[in-house]
């Protein structure tokens, strides 16, 4: 049984004709053009696939679980830092603080943030200083480190810039003190060779091992005229 349609559309057959159809829909053929340059950006891709730079194409999406903090990807340790600062500043062995670690684990930004703020304490009325403060901090280090070789110590110079650098803190925690007491001669020199003596004794007790053996004040005298240096580039003398 069939039905014509009026409007010429559709046509109804029988079930019993329906297994002798078959045919196909034709996709209509759409081209999208996002803008003036997508054919040329295909291409350009084609030809870049084509020659073996296809990898150009390729872009890495970012995984979530590789994302570091800031900090951590600048390798800076604020704990380890704040240890070090203690171990410096409070060098006696009956404290109990593990004083080694500033040594044989060293750093880069903690000694530049002693030394950077060291500069910034002395920049009063002496600006050119704060170049030179940190020129004597890396040569000077050099110097530490190369008479240390010499004498037979088993010393690397990122370690004596590590300690040389911490070291500064006792001559920062005597700055203040030498506003207030300027004006008395006597005290104020007594507090910075204390001063000196303080910063020497931190890094000497930590460089100068008992590898030396009877070589120690070899190594000694120059670490205190270098805290000397220091000083002096401070005070302006």
């Known amino acids: 049984?069939?039905?014509?349609?009026?409007?010429?559309?559709?046509?109804?057959?029988?079930s019993t004709d329906a297994e002798e159809l078959s045919g196909t829909i034709d996709a209509p053929d759409?081209?999208?053009?996002?803008?003036?340059?997508?054919?040329?950006?295909?291409?350009?891709?084609t030809f870049l696939r084509q020659r073996g730079y296809g990898w150009l194409l390729e872009v890495e999406e970012d995984d979530a679980e590789d994302t570091k903090p800031l900090l951590e990807e600048l390798d800076i340790d604020l704990k380890d830092i704040y240890y070090k600062i203690r171990c410096v500043l409070m060098p006696m062995p009956s404290l109990g603080f593990n004083r080694q670690v500033v040594r044989d684990n060293?750093?880069?930004?903690?000694?530049?943030?002693?030394?950077?703020?060291?500069?910034?304490?002395?920049?009063?009325g002496q600006f050119r200083v704060v170049s030179w403060i940190i020129t004597i901090w890396i040569f000077g280090s050099l110097m530490i480190f190369l008479l240390a070789r010499v004498l037979g110590g088993e010393v690397s110079y990122g370690q004596v810039l590590g300690v040389i650098g911490y070291s500064l803190l006792p001559l920062i925690v005597i700055a203040p003190l030498l506003l207030v007491i300027g004006g008395f001669d006597v005290v104020s020199t007594l507090v910075k060779l204390f001063g000196v003596f303080w910063a020497a004794y931190s890094a000497a007790s930590l460089l100068v091992s008992d590898e030396f053996k009877t070589k120690k004040p070899l190594l000694i005298y120059p670490i205190f005229l270098l805290y000397i240096y220091f000083l002096s580039l401070y005070t302006g003398v």
């Open 1 to 14: 049984m069939q039905f014509s349609p009026t409007n010429g559309d559709f046509t109804f057959v029988s």
């Open 30 to 45: 759409i081209t999208l053009n996002i803008g003036p340059d997508s054919s040329r950006d295909t291409y350009a891709t």
């Open 106 to 124: 060293p750093d880069f930004w903690g000694p530049l943030a002693v030394v950077l703020l060291f500069s910034m304490i002395s920049i009063y």
